[in-house]
């Protein structure tokens, strides 16, 4: 996913031609691209994809919220730019490769769950490359503890109030 505006232009080609190389380097992986609305997201995509000739590469409309953590639950890693997303794919055991020189989110790189890449091609590929290639850094990626909790915080809430409000 994409939609910084630090990424507008020379960003988002790059982007799209790493995703393209890593398309045709790994043509048993598909790459699934939710399309931002914005027009500065799509014209890359046009300008790098035309009309797509790469079968396992999938454009899609913005999706909304449960289908998107339903496709990144199934995904394997997750390449974005967005600070939600780098909050929400450990959660359900995805690597982040956040597509950014800075991060608001910085647990994340300390916990080891995601990992700043930028937006130079080369850099894109090679990160992916590894997590492609390395079932262990994978592993390693994947199930490192999660900074923003376990998912169980509205249990103890509940347990909380339950036991506080009697």
């Known amino acids: 996913t994409g939609h910084r505006r630090e990424n507008f232009g020379e960003g988002f080609t790059n982007i799209c031609l790493a995703i393209k190389d890593l398309a045709i380097k790994y043509p048993e992986a598909d790459f699934l691209y939710p399309m931002h609305l914005n027009p500065n997201v799509r014209k890359p995509i046009k300008d790098v994809f035309g009309n797509n000739t790469i079968g396992n590469v999938i ?79 994978y592993i390693k990626m994947s199930e490192a503890s999660n900074p923003y909790g376990d998912g169980f915080a509205s249990e103890r809430i509940v347990k909380f109030l339950k036991a506080t409000l009697k």
Do not use: C, H, W
């Open 59 to 137: 454009f899609v409309e913005p999706m909304e919220y449960l289908p998107f953590v339903y496709v990144m639950s199934k995904s394997y890693l997750v390449l974005t730019d967005s600070g939600g997303i780098q909050e929400e794919a450990p959660g359900i055991g995805k690597p982040v490769l956040v597509m950014r020189n800075t991060t608001e989110r910085p647990e994340g790189l300390e916990a080891g769950t995601v990992k700043l890449v930028g937006t130079d091609k080369d850099i894109i590929i090679k990160q992916v490359s590894l997590l492609l290639d390395s079932n262990a850094l």
